[in-house]
């Protein structure tokens, strides 16, 4: 048996159960330390507002709608939604030469972690 293997599935196994607390800025709902995933989305307050922007537009928001509300550069506003769409917060679709961002209701996150939006 290979003692790397084995010293290499028990850091795995440490990795996984690693959490981490809410940020301040969440309100609370039960839960108060988050998964990996779910830190990613609330763990940056702009990305959270993002979260919560489209948690109030079901019909969804384009790039340039979430830009011009929040007072960010259109790559901050890509960048976070991009890292919501890899935790699968968010789903997309192309309209014409826009894209549809809207919030996955239905992601771990918010089923799961219960967080608010």
Known sequence: MNTKKVGKAKKVAKEKKKTYPRPSWVETSGEEELCPDCFKVVGSKSRYQVVC???????????SELTSMLK????????????????????????????????????HCFDECKIPY
């Open 53 to 63: 922007m489209l948690g109030k537009k079901s019909s969804g928001m384009t790039v």
């Open 72 to 107: 960010l550069q259109q790559p901050t506003v890509t960048h976070h939604l991009n890292v919501l769409r890899s935790v699968d917060a968010v789903t997309s679709t192309d309209s014409g030469r826009e894209r549809i961002y809207t919030l996955n209701r239905d992601a």
